[in-house]
């Protein structure tokens, strides 16, 4: 859902011209300007979308700063755009020229191909391209269909030559200014560095998204050079050249500058960011849809949402995510082209390429990796990691698991702890548990492994054969106590006192073993041994004795 995609006209454009050629210098990155997103969208991708809402007979991009990528972009986005090299002459006005230039081959190759005859008998070839032509930026990501067609459905009414979109703007610093005549045509655009004094004044400027009629464009194109400040060709001039000629040059104003903002900078980018975000949010609201916190909740363009849902603080949904009616996800969960059915909860979840049916439950600390399929009134509980996972319809793995690459049947229950080991170091392999299976905790599947429908698994167990239908798997000894081991390995250790103390204050308690008393008394017979006999005392220490015995002082000397 996005705002004023809808056109509601009738009228189409002979072409629209997308510029997507600049350099983005002030974006400081690797990445071309173009290629920058917000909500789930290229700043590219918005104006192709609009541009193509208008169902033109072409769409061409015009390209040359990181050709490759952006071209593969624009391609990507829309199949059937014509991608078009701008040269080393800078300047918007050339990089139209070029664009026309490879529309108007086009529509010659059309025109021989459909056997158009020339000369007295048909209308000949003529120059090209006939009809508006729709000229915008590309880096004008509000920029909305619906704005697009009241500009091309003005310009046809009223038979203009040139109709350009404008705004006011109070600080119009480095944008062209609009001047206007005394009945309020417009007369020329000057560009903010080529303007005198008195037309900085001007708070009208230009938004760079323009409608020609493709005669006028092709004749003010042919007279553009470079004698300005910048030493560019200036698509701008083109207006003058209408007016010249005593076409009709008008404007229609947009009293909404956001929708035609263009972003240079990530400061710019993330205004309009957060500017989008919230008119999705407000249009989902009006919709239906409960936002708790809309400060903290992110939605994409093409994120669907049905009534009732309710999307709490934290949460991000991107791509082609899908959430059913009454679906509650939050807080803090990141949900990206995840479908989520009616009345499912998802809390504090991250999810990739999952799919949750009605009334399931995830989370929380949950994670869904791509291939994740939880049926209806299923459960994927807390720490629970699942990937390339079918789980049927009413199934729970409620704690503190990984189950990947793995098929579970219906109604069946995964204790906590369990991992579907599908990995040998060279392969993934499948873990298949069956409908109504019982699994204890700590269970590891050795993959490739089937635990048929009804079968249990004990705690514990490490499950390396198959578990037939209604079966108990179970592996590992029996347990054995081993008594007074403490004593007889940790001795004058906290365990080994509050393990004696614990037998002395109980009278009921076991006598231990006769083992461990043998191996106890052999234990402390060796420490009797061990220990070292004192030297008999010496002429000295008998001397000092003797002395204390009188209570006198000792007069012992070396």
Known sequence: MEAQQGTGSAVTPAAVIVLAAGEGTRMKSSTPKMLHTLAGRSLLGHVLVASRSLDPA???????????????????????????????VPGTGRAVQCALAALDAKAHAQALLHGVPDGEEGRGLGDGLEGPVVVTAGDTPLLDGGTLAQLLAAHVADGNAVTMLTTELEDATGY?????????????????????????????????????DAAVLRRGLATLGR????????????????????????????????????VNDR?????????????????????????????????????????????LPGTQLHGATVVAEGATIGPDTTLTDTEVGAGATVTRTHGTLAVLGAGTSVGPFAYLRPGTVLGAKGKIGTFVETKNAEIGEGSKIPHLSYVGDATIGEQT?????????????????????????????????????????????????VIRRDVPAGALGVSGGQQRNIEGWVARRRPGTAAADAAAAARASDPDAPPLGAQAQAQLADQSAAATA??????????????TLEALRHDRPSTATD
């Not at 050709?67 to 059937?80: C, F, G, I, S």
């Not at 710019?268 to 936002?291: H, I, K």
């Not at 061990?530 to 008998?542: A, C, D, N, Q, V």
Request: proline share 5%; hydrophobic share 40%.
């Open 530 to 543: 061990e220990r070292p006999t004192p030297p008999p005392p010496g002429p000295e220490l008998e001397h």
């Open 58 to 88: 072409r769409l061409a991009v015009v390209v040359r700063h990181e050709r490759d990528r952006v071209a593969e972009h624009a391609l990507a986005v829309d199949p059937d755009v014509l991608v078009v090299d701008q040269d080393d």
């Open 227 to 262: 004698d300005n400040a910048q030493g560019e060709v200036y698509l701008t001039d083109v207006v003058a050249a209408a007016r010249a000629e005593g076409g009709a040059v008008r404007a229609l104003v947009s009293d909404d500058p956001t929708v035609v903002e263009g």
């Open 413 to 461: 229950n995964i204790g906590a702890a369990s991992v579907t080991v599908n990995y040998d170091g060279v392969h993934k392999h499948r873990t298949v548990i069956g409908s109504h299976a019982r699994t204890g905790a700590d269970n590891m599947f050795v993959a490739p492994v089937t635990v048929g429908d009804g079968a249990y698994t004990a705690a514990g167990s």
């Open 176 to 212: 062209g200014r609009v001047v206007r005549d005394a009945s309020g045509d417009v007369l020329r655009i000057v560009e903010h560095k080529d303007a005198s004094v008195e037309e900085l004044l001007i708070h009208e400027v230009n938004a760079s998204i323009y409608v020609f």
């Open 267 to 311: 400061v710019q980018l993330s205004v309009l960011r957060a500017e989008l975000n919230r008119r999705l949010l407000e249009d989902w609201m009006r919709e239906g849809v409960t936002v708790v916190d809309p400060a903290t909740t992110w939605v994409d363009v093409d994120v669907e949402l049905a009534r009732d849902v309710t999307l």
